[in-house]
């Protein structure tokens, strides 16, 4: 193994949403019903919060979510772009349904954050770096937020045309690797390479990402805090893998699992004292098409959409929360 790479359990990253016939069309029957007092209770807490910074978050996690579908709601692809100095990304037509991907240049290499599905790594990816004038052959490191194709399958060729690392948490290397509970054929996954780990730092030349365990979505899902520079300031971005939930998407065990993990992210942003907010599943519910707009069209010396500031942050995760308490309450309900 490369001595530059030094593996680190990775935080959870909790994505989102297959697309079920019966669960929507059960949604479609609760959206008829009123929600209880305490249920609606709990929305309201989130509205609070929320405010109007983060309003369209809550509509969608908490409101929208009694009749989401889970169809994609992709956008038209805006073109891979930098977002920070040492920070790019490659949306593809980003959605809920769709990861997008991120790269970071080191001084020994590059790093990237998920690789997109098995089949958009030449349409999506690999033309996404030659816009960005990056040499797929130095992708040295990707870091899988999650064991989910979307996520992984990108990394298997990566991995076998250009000797990258692969680093995942140990729970879902192993998820992974499980053939579908509907008997069909598993993706081909990467060659079983470097395990992440809770707090030690996933490591690349000068760069270096936190991984933070939060499963629920799945059984070793990671969320990730990292430096990110614009125009020669510092600041702590916080990469919720994805994560979001509705009503009918976990059990009994998975949810409360997954609700804990927000709180457990939440902790470790504090203590880093994130600013940045990323999703690598996100779209008009936290922003993310409205700032890479933004993004495109930024003067020299206006401030970096991105950065939303460590208190709305906090907000960002907090809104989640009361969100997936109310998606679950619901689902008892």
Known sequence: MDKRLYPVLACSTICALLSLPVWAQEQ??????TDPPAIQAQIDKAKKIAGSFWAPEEKFLCEDSRTFDGRSTAAADPGPMKLFDNLYVIPGQYSVQSAVVFVIPTSAGIM???????KDVEPVVLAGFKTLGFDPANIKLIVLTHGHEDHYGGATLLQQRYGSHVVMSAADWDFASKPPANGGAAPATPKR???????QPITLGDESVIPVSIPGHTPGSLGLIFPVKDGGKTHMAGLFGGGFIMWRQYNDQTAPQFISSIAHFEEWTKKMKVDVELQNHPGTWDGFTQKLEAVRN??????NPFVVGQANYTKFLEVMHDCAQAAFDRRKD
Not at 112 to 118: H, P, T, V, W
Not at 193 to 199: L, P, R, S
């Open 28 to 33: 479609g029957q609760q959206a008829a019903k």
């Open 112 to 118: 990237m954050i998920d690789a997109g599905k098995g």
């Open 193 to 199: 390479d470097m395990v992440a780990i809770e707090g």
């Open 298 to 303: 930024r003067k020299p010396g206006e401030p």
